[in-house]
């Protein structure tokens, strides 16, 4: 397994929209375990494909703070959702930024597993928020896109900063 370099807002290739997996095979699980790699070491409970420039709607998730409830999700749809809710939100190619955005509160969705098998899941709470902003991911939209352009701007900024700093 490797970990995965992820791609920082504002990179452009983040705004890219991911194409459905055609063929649940071996070179996608490696992917997704290698995301999942990725996403403990940062350490985050959700990463999408197109954090780390590949261009396929896949996401892997773990809300659990043991590590034991992996989830990967792959060609997500969003069949129902409802309530709503406003939480704290943070993203690994936004590192250090964390902003309150609102969502459903609920969601159902259908997806493939790692065996190509289609399963259907009802989330709620901190797993539904995830879900939702790992499937923006895959629109090429990072959360930020939902505060004012103020912020956004501000975010930027500190961001560019960041990366002069490491750099
Ligand atoms: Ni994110």
Redesign the pocket.
């Known amino acids: 397994m490797a970990l995965l370099p992820i791609l920082r807002y504002p990179d452009p290739r983040l705004f890219t929209r991911a194409a459905p997996v055609v063929q649940v095979n071996d070179a996608l699980r490696r992917l997704a375990a290698d995301m999942a790699e990725t996403m403990y070491a940062a350490p985050g409970i959700?990463l999408?494909a197109t954090?780390v420039n590949v261009h396929k709607q896949l996401i892997v998730i773990d809300v659990s703070e043991d590590h034991s409830q992996l989830m990967t999700l792959i060609n997500p749809e969003l069949l129902d959702r409802g309530g709503q809710c406003e939480s704290e939100e943070g993203?690994?190619?936004v590192p250090g930024v964390y902003e309150k955005v609102s969502r459903a509160e609920r969601v159902r969705v259908r997806a493939l597993d790692l065996e190509g098998r289609s399963f259907e899941l009802d989330a709620e709470g901190l797993l539904a928020v995830c879900i939702q902003?790992?499937m923006d991911?895959l629109q090429g939209k990072?959360?930020v896109q939902y505060l004012s352009s103020l912020k956004q701007g501000r975010i930027r900024s500190k961001l560019a900063k960041q990366a002069r700093i490491t750099a």
């Open positions: 959700g999408a954090q993203c690994l190619s902003h790992e991911h990072v959360f």
